[in-house]
Antibody, heavy 128, light 110 residues
Framework: EVQLVESGGGLVQPGGSLRLSCAAS????????MSWVRQAPGKGLEWVAN????????FYVDSVKGRFTISRDNPKKSLFLQMNSLRAEDTAVYYC?????????????????????WGQGTVVTVSS | QSVLTQPPSVSAAPGQKVTISCSGS????????VSWYQQLPGTAPKLLIY???KRPSGIPDRFSGSKSGTSASLGITGLQTGDEADYYC???????????FGGGTKLTVL
């Protein structure tokens, strides 16, 4: 079964750190870009970051640049999000998601920028 | 304020059709694929449409997507009470070098 399972969420004080993990199974992990998406209580989805198959490219939403770091361990089929200098506005459910891809007419790998597999989410609460 | 603009809510009767719009710009929708997601209360989002108008396996053909210029839309026909959910559009923004979502639309099936 294709599956993503997040862990590592919890309650942390402002300024603190957390490391989220996402364990993948049932598919070839290193074929896919992977993303983190979050959802604050009662709010909509917010894309946070993504990482290329080999970890060689990473992108972040402006609000987390310099504070969050996305990484992956392909042999262990795991995705991570290191979150430092946490703020109250980082409180959210954090989802790990698999990016879809295709091969263009020249055979080059291209992202569809769609997320076809999602984890169940892990809750991060930043509060004193 | 989301980069992509969706109506906060739409409603229609069972069996009817509804369309949800998603408005963006040349840096996102116009030059990138649009996807749509359904989020039932208390659950993770589910991919409904990718590549503007393609359905993953298992998604009924009651759901359709389209794109024109800087706007996209999701259509749902034969509405069922089980379709009551939040719906989000998403794409990549080349100027921001970031993924972006719409603010979400709550569908009520009256």
């Amino acid at each position: 079964e294709v599956q993503l399972v997040e862990s590592g969420g919890g309650l942390v004080q402002p300024g603190g750190s957390l490391r989220l993990s996402c364990a993948a199974s049932g598919f070839t992990f290193n074929n896919h870009w992977m993303s983190w998406v979050r959802q604050a209580p009662g709010k909509g989805l917010e894309w946070v970051a993504n990482i290329k198959q080999d970890g060689g490219e990473k992108f972040y939403v402006d609000s987390v640049k310099g504070r969050f770091t996305i990484s992956r361990d392909n042999p262990k089929k795991s995705l991570f999000l290191q979150m430092n200098s946490l703020r109250a506005e980082d409180t959210a459910v954090y989802y790990c998601a698999r990016d879809t891809y295709y091969f263009d007419f020249s055979g080059q790998y291209r992202r569809n920028d769609a997320f076809d597999i999602w984890g169940q989410g892990t809750v991060v609460t930043v509060s004193s | 304020q989301s980069v992509l603009t969706q109506p906060p809510s739409v409603s229609a009767a069972p069996g009817q059709k509804v369309t949800i719009s998603c408005s963006g710009s040349s840096s996102n929708i116009e030059n990138n694929f649009v996807s749509w997601y359904q989020q039932l209360p208390g659950t993770a989002p589910k991919l409904l449409i990718y590549d503007n108008n393609k359905r993953p396996s298992g998604i009924p053909d009651r759901f359709s997507g389209s794109k024109s210029g800087t706007s996209a839309s999701l259509g749902i026909t034969g509405l069922q009470t089980g379709d009551e959910a939040d719906y989000y559009c998403g794409t990549w923004d080349g100027s921001l070098s970031a993924g972006v979502f719409g603010g979400g639309t709550k569908l009520t099936v009256l």
